[in-house]
């Protein structure tokens, strides 16, 4: 109970912080081509998805993660795909006053992409995560 | 070697002059100090006398009070130090110089015998007028004649003749006409030359061959006609050579071919001729050039890797033949070439893309053909691009797009094909755009609807059809638009470029409609053939939105069940029974929308929620509407009419791109409904779970999509006042539409149910999208209001999610 007062004490208000989170749930989605359930539980550190830490290993590789019906990105397009995923993974960090302002998002999406740090097909799920960790 | 060494004295006599001007005081005898001879000092008061008396008449020449308080200092008998006048060791004026002080007054009264020692005459840059006396050649140590930039007018006096020792003379940027006289020619040591911007006429003489020594030359912008003198740069030491502008014809001089220090030339607009390949040599030092508009011929086989500082090249408008040479790429300072209006043919070579600095390429009405390279690419400089009248093919490359300083694109008439790459959109400074008279075909890539900043688009005269692209309502700075000859059909975005535009920009196409002059009204063909093309639905489930139109029906309905009237429709216009839809001058009243669904007909469904159902309606004008009919009220909360209207309205008057609009809200006893812009392709979640629809969505049309909600989410938290907060974010509150443009609705829905938006009893949201403390929330409210039916659905995610 501690933890989900915790919890609470941040997301007593309603505010921008939680569009945010849902915008990362439909970035992840359009992603994935289905909603990211048990991804998105494993991703955040939160009271609620820490009981029910998913099986979706972090080491997995993003290529088996997005969607499978249409052929893997390449080029400049890959490298929107992983900074999307990116700015989603922190989208959906579970402390609210951690993840970015609207804004913020929008012009990280209007900025040019980042080149890849690897070979597209060799990123982790874990590469993508954002650097700050969050304690529950 | 005479004509090396000559140049060199007259560069130690220029420099010998230039002390003289710097150090004043050093060689300066002032007259009341002790002289060594008295013979010689007398000598000198006498000539100073004179000198001074000369002034003093000359300055009581000038009328005006500006110029008499400029020379205030000219007052007594000794001039060595008045403004202006420097003397020389002897006491004699030797400068008198005055540049840039509004002096107003003629010459005439100036006695130029009176200085026998004047080096350096410098009045450039004030009013003078009238002519230039006959008696300046008496001036005979004359060395520098600055009278630039005044109002002279008149001949060039025949007396400069007498100017044997002249470098500098720049009479330039007056109103001098008739010849240039052939004494001239006895100017030998002249080192510059500046005739232009005058009313100067007539053929050069050929005395002018003489002035060997030349190092700067400007004839530009006066009537001289015949040809330019052969020897002008015999001395090689021409620098800046201007004869732009005028009527000059023949060849070009033979000795600028030999002409290694050129710098800056300048020879347009005139009838030259020659061989542009035999005429030039070397220049390692030239800087611009430009021989445009001559009638030079020959090939572009110059040695560019020697033109090391080369940043302007321009030969429009001239007949040179050949071909763009890929060497052209190693003069890599260069940042214009113009070589429009040519012969040239071949393809364009891709070592173009090394000269980085480039930010300005013409190539147009020549014979080129061959693609255009995609190494455009690496031209990020780049800020015009004019390609048109050509014979280019191919596809135009998408690696257009990283150009992203373009200002002006011109690929007009050449034979490109394929779609216009949508990363066209990425050019986000681009003010014109003119694509037409190309075979492009496919549909208008929606991202040109970036291009805030574009002021003029052609796309006339291709094969594009489809639909005119929504979001084109954001070309904001969008002044002349010419879209004819397609095969273009569907409504014409409601924007002042489309709406005022002459009928000719529209002619030729296949169906295009809209209230633009002679252009049908958008009729119902039009819009059947397009929901044949495609999926038409549209997804609502807004829990929020419903419930808060559930209270409200009830509110009103027990507001004013005792009048037994019935209730206004609400609209950006206020009147009973009517609104209006945004862009529409018409009113439109409810019986409009029931007989637009078939009294709400079945076959009109396009949806259904757990609170209402959604109807597509045609409007008579044509235009295609989503309606949301809510279920009769179940139960209700009061609150307060003009509040909700007020919300509405505020609604009503967000405009975003990617958010869908909330035209108008009509609530009856019998029927409520909100009246929403039709989004074609339904919902995302739609969209992602059909297998067919989830392979269009290719990644970038997902990107983009992304991006769409983004913006959206951006302009309702940032951009409006108060903010607004949408909470209930989800894939099947985005929704595509042809371009797959993502437009997020039942935005505010929410906010309308709970006016203060950030009060913690929130419960709007579904199940999936709501970021992990608020489920808790709704959990408690749940708990609090456990008749309230609206939350069970959230309920159970929550329960699923534990």
Known sequence: ?136 | MSFLQKPFSKFLQVLFFLLLICIPSFFAFPPNSSATSFGAARYVAAEGNKEAEALLKWKASLHDNHSQSVLSSWVDSSPCKWLGITCDNSGSVADFSLPHFGLRGTLQSFNFSSFPNLLTLNLRNNSLYGTIPLEIGLLTSLNVLYLDKNNLTGLIPSSIGNFRNLSFLNIAENNLSGFVPRVIGQLESLVELSLHSNNLNGSLPPEMNNLTHLMILHLFSNNFTGHLPRDLCLGGLLVNFTAALNHFSGPIPKSLRNCPRLFRVRLERNQLTGNISEDFGLYPNLNYMDLSHNDLYGELTWKWGGFHNLTSLKLSNNNITGEIPSELGKATGLQMIDLSSNLLKGTIPKELAQLKALYDLTLHNNHLFGVLPVEIQMLSQLRALNLASNNLGGSIPKQLGECSNLLQLNLSHNKFTGSIPSEIGFLHFLGNLDLSGNLLAGEIPSQIGQLNQLETMNLSHNKLSGLIPTAFVDLVSLTTVDISYNELEGPIPKIKAFIEAPFEAFINNSGLCGNASGLKPCTLLTSRRKSSKIVILILFPLLGSLLLLLIMVGCLYFHHRTSRERISCLGERQSPHSFVVWGHEEEILHETIIQATNNFNFNNCIGKGGYGIVYRAMLPTGQVVAVKKLHPSREGELMNLRTFRNEIRMLIDIRHRNIVKLYGFCSLIEHSFLVYEFIERGSLKMNLSSEEQAMDLDWNRRLNAVKGVANALSYLHHDCSPPIIHRDISSSNVLLDLEYEAHVSDFGTARLLMPDSTNWTSFAGTFGYIAPGTYLISFLIYVYKQNNTTSTMKMEGYFWML
């Open chain 1, 1 to 136: 109970m501690t933890r989900i007062f915790a919890e609470l004490a941040y997301t007593m208000r309603v505010n921008e912080k939680c569009d945010v989170y849902s915008f990362g749930v439909v970035t992840m989605e359009v992603i994935m081509g289905m909603h990211p359930g048990d991804l998105i539980s494993s991703l955040s550190a939160s009271a609620f998805s820490s009981s029910s830490c998913s099986q979706i290993n972090q080491h997995a590789l993003l290529k088996d993660v997005i969607d499978q019906r249409i052929p893997l990105p390449e080029n400049r397009v890959a490298e929107g795909v992983v900074s999307i995923i990116k700015i989603a993974f922190a989208c959906l960090l579970a402390n609210p006053q951690s993840r970015p302002t609207m804004r913020q998002v929008a012009s990280e999406l209007i900025a040019r992409w980042p080149p890849l740090p690897k070979s597209f097909s060799a990123i982790t799920l874990e590469d993508l995560m954002p650097q700050t960790t969050v304690r529950g």
